[in-house]
């Protein structure tokens, strides 16, 4: 009995639990259906509100309306007729360039064969303008005078000697009707007429040359004399040296070519002839500046230089790396490696081995073969050089063989040059004896394939003669380096030798070098002396903080305005405005060609004549108009590398990046799939094979992703690729699918009326893409001016018709405000503070409202100066491609990671303008405003203490209940905290974020950045004194222990040498602490113990370098696909868990109504996946570098000619060893 008793109990009390836990989940799931119920009624009433705020401000239908009658104008945008005219437009200005450089270099050719041979010494009185020595630029009526009678009597000069000469095969200006075309400017002016009888003297006082009349012209950017060129000399090259004033003599009549070659095409820039001499011709006329990156420029290590004046190149370095390299030999070793590896280029493979008794890649991946010369990899090399250590003693016959090998191999591989191959061998001296007939087995029966150039590092004569021997009889030149400043020009000569055989050849067909992506005049590694100068800046200002807030806590007097910590001007500050400014970077190629030496026996060429071609120009031929929004062009290199792309992104906190210049296309066009980093997909790497290829392909199409807002949006699209070659580039249209082939025919629209455009052009609230050309031969300061200019001439392109049309039908924007009382009401309800369209011919309108709070934007970070671009600028490409599916919608945006607490926080509405004619539809506008955030926030907390029961229960404010109003990229667009407002809601509730895509509400994706700085703390280099220390104690370790001496100095005077080598310390400490570490040059920091030193210490930032590298991160999306209301329900667990959120969409808007539980104690421990959307570094199994030479080694076409050989250069090292670099007697 008792026992069935005890199993009614049980079984009652099983009954009863399983009631009480259905009473819980029903109770669950109707507070669940509550807050449902809620959210969507709070998500309806906001989007009522947004819907007729947005509505009636950006006077939407009003809009459309303005626009409708371009319905009828729309048509099919053909593909394959868009890339031809292109193309043709562009080949058109490169073949101008082209002629413009040919012109340089035939006149030099012929002027050179032609000079006058009387010698100059440094003591003569012939001088020069010298751009790095000009003290007086002010164009006085004096100085003006004054040049105006050297350009007459020159000219002169010029026009009675040419007519006399003889011809030149193979040279236009062997013509003379071609030369006296030269001087026709002159003769066409009164009072300009020579008499060859009685020429003028032509020298003037060294005085003269001090001052030239310069005058700021906007075409370049700074003050120039278009009268006259200038010389630029190398750093290292003295300016009385003979051969510098002879060949400034002779190439004096280049200005007369200059001049014409800028009056036949103004959309020149700088021209210039370079001589391997050190000196070149630069016009227009212009004074050096003072910076240091600049002084330090050497037009022979540019790579426009470089491929002119030889062939591409393989190169082997072999470095020295016995005991006896360290301090000085050292330096100099690092040098010469250093100045080899400034003159190659992406054409260029090259490695490095260091030698003793067995050989050893610098870099360890870079093994048994060559890798492409590119900025990535050499200065991946450059990292290394001071890194590697010194032993034993180096056996060269070694070295040799190792580098023989490694270039024959190369040889037969389809990476390689397939020109010039070479070994540099930098020595101190041949410790072993050497096996001499290893040249003639590998090299000399080979018919020399390969060039060997020696470096000695020592003294000795014996050693001279003997690594002179290997250069001279292998095709080489011997250089003996023991003096830094002649590294440099010693260096050079092995860019002479390998000249030679061009020269030899003087093709008159020669192939124009169009270099790759760099910027004017600045050194290849910029990024790292700025960022050093800016990191400089930053610790000083930490220092002089903490030692002014000192001073005042102590009342302590100044004893001197000027001293370095307490100045508040200093040096570096120019090099911190220089970094901000971002116009300060010239980005450019260059077309340049080698300039023969014509007379017999000169063997190597004379120089290169060069044009420098902005990328500006290429800009301009590009139909903006015709690709639309989403649409673009872009142009590659030869070796699959961006010379211009939209999504290019080459600087980084306004620094240059240092591999701006080394983007591949892969990296840039990313397919939309689920592979792994740098795991590029079949389609993608075809299609890059044949771009670099330049083949004939009528149509590729790729789906793609790419980023927008800084790389916190994702975008996806289909994408249809046209490409054209245009000289060694290819140039490539890209189209989107849905809505890239429907444009309007602005050939078909009318053009408004005078009277009516004049009215509109005169309005302040407009502006146009700066970058689009409305008016090629218009001048103006800003793009305003200059469309306004357009339209005083009357010109007519198709885009000026265009961009007219959208500001006569736009033209009521200008009375807007004032006439409507809602419209009143609404900018007093809600705080707006403007309202924008922007069209796709570039327009942009704007009006303002006074604000209640007295809101003001600074003119220079104001909407209309940030926000000019049109169809460029990322809120017009996400309306665009959002309302694209759902012309309902408008687009809600607030600023990142903002608060929400300042009353300056505005929230930004856009809403894409479409025009629609059966299967054509095409965006031809975005209309957008912005309101304060903060009126939003105040109506949004009315809203949401709302319910439909008489008394509310639940609410926003509830303690379970947290709201958030997320945009479609999961970001927070308002919330119960303020604080919130910008930031990833996965920041906030990753559980939260984990289960919205769980439940599939939303889609994350991996997002790549290839092209990402990482900001790393380089490696300690040792100092010179520690690892001589380091070898002796390893050299000792060897040696049998000595008995310790006793040291027989008293006590006293330990004591005082202890304390006099402490003294010693302190002042090191200062020195470096004080200076060194704001000049970022410290090797290491002395650990004081004194406590002033400490704070000292603490003050100091953690130096960085920039460093490329690639990154990844989650980016988030909206399913569009998702039903909503939408709750993720769990029974059998707590109230606060079992429903972690409810979510809705607001109507017609991009944003959804998220209430969650409180989650931060109950829930706390609840398992969610982590997506981080902040960047984190791509960590490969070898650094990047190494990864992508050997992992993204993809195809790349060599374009330029080869000359490596040339049978008459066979005897020049037999007959006078001279050409080798013998120099004594």
Known sequence: MKLILLLLFVWCTLILKSESVRLKANEDWRAMERVKSLVSMWAHKIGAKLQQLSKKMTREDEVEKSFVILEDKLVQEDAADLIHDVAYDIETMMKQKEEAV?????????????????????????????????????????????????????ECHWKCEQPSKSDLTNNKFTNPKRRLKLFAPRDNEEGRECNCKHLPEKERSSQTYESLPLKHDSRFGTKVNLDISIAKLALNVYKREQDVLEGLRWSEALDLVFKENYKNDPTLTWQ????????????PAVQWEDEDYKKTYDFRTRTWYTEAFTSPKDIIILIDRSGSIIGTRRA?????????????????FVNIYTFANFTEPLVKCFNDTLFQANEENLRLLRQAIPVYEEMFVANLTIGISKAFDILENFRRTQTSANCNQAIMVIHEGLDYDYDKEIYAKRN??????????????????????ELEWIACSNMGYWGNMTDMGDIREKMLQYLNVMSRPINLKADKNRTFIWSYLHVDLADRRLSNWLWKKFEGIRQRDIFLDYIKRGIFRQNLMLTSENHMLLKEEYTYQTYLSYQRDKAAYDYMTTVSLPVFARRPHEYQLLGVAGIDVPLSLFKQLIPYERLGVNGYAFIVTNNGYILTHPDHHTEFQYILKPTFNRVDILEVEILNDDKEPRSFGDSVVKFRQKLVNQESSVNVTLKVKYALNDNKRLMFAHRHYYFAAIGPFTLCVVLPHKYGFDIVNKTLLERP??????????????????????????????????????????????????????????????????????EEQFVIDYQVHKVFLATYSGLTRWRNFEDINNIREEDEDSFEKRNNRAIDEDWYRRAVELNFGDESMFIYSVPWETSGYENNTMITSTKAIFVENGDLKSPVAVVGLQFNHREMYEWYNDITTQCKETRCKITCKHKDLNCYILDNNAYIVLSD?????????????????????????????????????????????????????KRKERMAAKKPKARPVKSSAPPTVVKIMNHFFALKDWIVTTFYLLVNVVTGQEDEIYNSTKEEYINFAKLIIEKTVPTPCDQERWLFNLNTSAKFPFSHFVEGTKFQCSWPYVIDKIPNTNLLFLATNDGEEACKGRFSNIYSNEPKEIIYNTSLPCYIATMNNYTRRMYMDCHNRNKKEDHLNQEN??????TWT
């Not at 469309?787 to 005083?792: E, L, T, W």
């Not at 990833?984 to 790549?1008: E, V």
């Not at 060893?1217 to 013998?1222: D, K, L, P, T, V």
Request: aromatic share 14%; proline share 6%.
């Open 102 to 154: 040919h012109n340089i270099a035939d006149y030099m050719e012929f002027i050179h064969y032609h000079r006058n041979d009387t010698p100059l010494f440094e003591n003569g009185t012939y001088d020069f303008y010298n751009a790095d020595n000009l003290t007086y630029t002010d164009p006085t009526p004096e100085l003006l005078e004054d040049l105006h009678s050297i350009i007459l009597n020159n």
């Open 272 to 283: 210039y002839f370079a001589s391997p001499k050190g000196f070149m011709r630069h016009y």
């Open 1217 to 1222: 060893r001279y050409y080798c670099g013998h």
């Open 444 to 465: 000399w029966k080979k018919n020399f394939p390969v060039r060997i150039f020696t470096y000695q590092l020592g003294l000795d004569t014996t050693d001279a003669r």
């Open 753 to 822: 009326s005078v009277k009516s455009s004049a009215s509109s052009l005169a309005s302040s609230y407009w502006k146009v893409h700066p970058d689009w050309i409305y008016c090629k031969k218009c001048v103006g300061d800003t793009p305003e001016d200059k469309v306004r200019s357009a339209f005083s001439l009357n010109e007519n392109s198709s885009l000026l018709t265009s961009l007219l049309y959208d500001m006569e039908a736009t033209k009521w924007f200008d009375e807007y405000g004032g006439s409507d009382p809602v």
């Open 977 to 1029: 905290e303020p604080e919130y407002i910008g930031r990833y809601i996965g920041d906030i509730r990753p559980d939260i974020l984990s289960d919205l895509i769980d439940d599939q509400i939303f889609i994350p994706t991996r997002m790549f950045d290839y092209q990402a700085i990482c900001q790393k703390i380089p490696p300690k280099k040792e100092p010179e004194a520690v690892r001589i220390r």
């Open 332 to 348: 100099l070793s690092n040098q010469i490696v250093n100045q080899i590896l400034d003159t190659l280029n992406d054409n260029d």
